[in-house]
């Protein structure tokens, strides 16, 4: 008898669903634009010259890019600053959010995945992949959970052969 007749694949029987939340990953580069580096000694923006800085810096060198407005110091930095920041990255860069690498990450999954259509996942039993090439922040499991979990069947964590269950509907 070949052993191979006796071999079943449970796993491609089970009905599973896997999604990669890295599919969601939003393509471009990322940049952080610190604004420290324009506080006088470090401490404190001055208007006038944070002005001069805007008007003159060459804002195309982050055309096409994720960018990511912060302050590292420990200054307080008038919301304006920011703002003047976003006004000037606007026409180049594909977002500008205020914060750093973590915030920049979150908040593109969840655009990414404001656009995604979910209604294909009704009433299915979904693995939500946990590794891969690329990292996925948690936050993204999160929105994905909180999108998956009125619709799913069920949701689980992991991968089809290894996964902990995070929601079963009562049916």
């Given amino acids: ?54 008007k003159g810096h060459d804002w195309s060198q982050y055309a096409g ?9 420990d200054a307080i930095v008038p919301a304006w600053a920011y703002m003047l920041l976003a006004n000037r990255l606007a026409p180049y860069a594909s977002d500008v959010v ?12 969840e655009k990414a995945m404001a656009k995604a259509d979910f209604e294909q996942y009704r009433d299915q ?3 939500l992949k946990g590794c891969g090439d690329i990292e996925v922040p948690t936050s993204a499991y999160v929105e994905l959970t909180k999108r998956l979990t009125p619709i799913a069947k ?13 929601y079963k509907r009562k049916d």
């Fill in 125 to 127: 039993r979904i693995v």
């Fill in 65 to 73: 890019k994720n960018v990511g407005v912060t302050c590292t110091a």
């Fill in 1 to 54: 008898m070949d052993i191979q007749q006796n071999i079943v694949n449970k796993v491609a029987q089970s009905g599973l669903v896997t999604l990669d939340p890295a599919s969601f990953y939003p393509k471009g580069e990322r940049v952080i634009y610190d604004i420290k580096d324009n506080l006088y000694m470090g401490l404190i923006l001055r208007e006038k010259d944070f002005r001069e800085f805007v």
């Fill in 98 to 109: 205020f914060g750093n690498e973590e915030v920049l990450e979150t908040v593109l999954f």
């Fill in 154 to 166: 069920s949701l689980m964590f992991g991968e089809p052969c290894s996964t902990v269950p995070i």
